[in-house]
């Protein structure tokens, strides 16, 4: 069985390429980068660093091969010869490796499956017409299977230089399984460690996004402007984290409105991911997991689609809201993302931001919940003052 | 660095070169040498290698300082200036300026911890020179408001930041971050167990 991973990043190689492997795939990536496609190619292995309760397992996945994308051909030949594609390129680089997909799956007679491990909102119904847009007959349309991939690992980061002759290391914590949309692939199934096919992939899509991503973000926020750097320091701040506590219970409630308990799951979850968020071997940083807020304030994503969905279920998000705001003032000068909106909330307040991201009215609900929460902390806030309670407002 | 700290007589030679407000400041070899400052106002007298403010006295008159006379260190002086309010202790890890007003001396744990208050600008610059001016990450120092100015009386390295809102915290997040740049952010290795 042969795997062509699209994007060895820290999901493609920190996730898909060890469970590939121990699953007994053939592995290559596909590099847009020709000095870490040589890398891997050259060296033929790599290492993830697991951490798990203080402590940190070195596995070693090997052998592996990579291709260069500019290498059109051999890039072509890899696909069409796989019995399974994953993308772990980014969902704004999606569009850019579909055209190529589409091209590997051309040369084919047989289907094959394709995964996207992108965070990614209704990823199999955008994978699936980004790549069969480039497919030349209708044909292909039924052949090959495409479907999202739900990753719960985090890789924090990758440890090495590809430019140098030492192994890749890449910083994981330990969970193996995902989830992938079961009404859309083709079969046979891949049979990859660690994957659950499910019916109910865009409900679990939402379980993770709003209890996992909408705690991870509410913690980066409300971290960043507590001056810390680490997600597993500010975890251990006592307001900070009974605030995510809240915010995780909140898009929970919301959950259990719409699918059911079961599904939303119960308090136990929430403490097992504040403990994932405690592990300092992860050395995850507030500033990675913080990165785009604009992005992460859209109507559906982890914060307000969270919040949105408690709302409706009668409930009142007051600490996604409080996160939500949080977002709103975070600023990090590598970020170009959220240098432009904090500097447009400085300019002309968080009330079109509010509006146009979120798709909120700031004058009523949670809209206006949201905007006075961000008034009251971009007040106090800049690069030269650190939130030191969140209940008294104070400021260092 | 934490030697030269320890030796008020070089900490302020080097904050004083810095241009960091600080008191105008003496160093004498005996207690008479002091007397004639007395007539500009009273002066603080130090321990030049003290700490935690132990050995602190006001001098208000030139008999007082018999009390000194025995002394076989260098005795280290300063202006005294009347404090506008209560001491200010400002703590800095890594560019992060906190401060916390305390009543001087503190008797009660209370006291000791005292109060966060928010660092106006003026007075974060003058922490943050400091750190500069030593080439130091954390550090603590305190300042005296007088007629409006403030004067650096002391800075130390390493204190015990107390009355810093989380400060266990902040600290191990810094100490995280300052290992991993040292390590070239690699994880802990010596915890790695297992192939």
Known sequence: MKAVVVGPGRIGCGFAGQALRDSGYEVVFLARNPVMAEHLDRLGRYRVWVTEGGRTHERWVEPVRAACLRDRERALEEIARADVVLTAVGAGSLPVVAPLIAAGLARRTTGANVLGLENLRRATRKLRELVLAHLPTAAHATRHGFSGGLVHRVVARRVGDPSGGEPLAFVSDSPEEFHVDATSLIAPLPAIRGMIATDRYEAFVERKLYTYSAGHAALAYLGHLKGYRYVHTAVRDPEIRAAVLAAMAEGQRGLAARYGHELAGDERLLHDILARFENAGLGDRIQRVGRDPRRKLAADERLVGAARLAERAGYRPRNLALAAAAALCFVDADDPSSTEMHDEVGRAGPDRIIQRVCGLSPERGLGRRVCEDCKHLFNGHGPESLLLSLRAHLWS | ?195
């Not at chain 2, 280290?76 to 560019?95: N, S, T, V, W």
């Not at chain 2, 610059?125 to 004067?151: K, M, N, Q, T």
């Open chain 2, 1 to 195: 660095m934490s030697a030269t700290l320890r030796n008020k007589i070089t900490t302020f030679q080097m904050l004083q070169a810095a241009g960091v407000p600080s008191p105008q400041t003496w160093v004498a070899l005996r207690a008479d040498d002091l007397a004639p400052l007395l007539r500009e106002g009273p002066l603080v007298v130090k321990p030049y290698r003290g700490s935690g403010g132990e050995g602190v006295r006001v001098v208000w008159d030139a008999e007082e300082l018999d009390n000194f006379s025995g002394e076989e260190e260098p005795m280290f002086a300063q202006r005294y200036h009347k404090p506008d309010g209560l001491d200010l202790k400002m703590y800095c890890i890594e560019g992060q300026v906190f401060g916390v007003q305390r009543v001087w001396p503190a008797r009660t744990y209370e006291e000791k911890l005292g109060e966060p208050f928010t660092v106006p600008p003026e007075l974060r610059d003058i922490a943050l020179r400091c750190g500069e001016v030593f080439g130091i990450d954390l550090y603590g120092l305190d300042i005296i408001e007088s007629l409006g100015r403030p004067y650096v009386v002391d800075v130390s390295s390493f204190p015990g930041f107390k009355g810093v809102p989380d400060a266990a915290l902040r600290l191990a997040d810094y100490i995280f971050w300052a290992a991993e740049h040292a390590a070239g952010e690699q994880p802990s290795l010596r915890r790695k167990v297992g192939t």
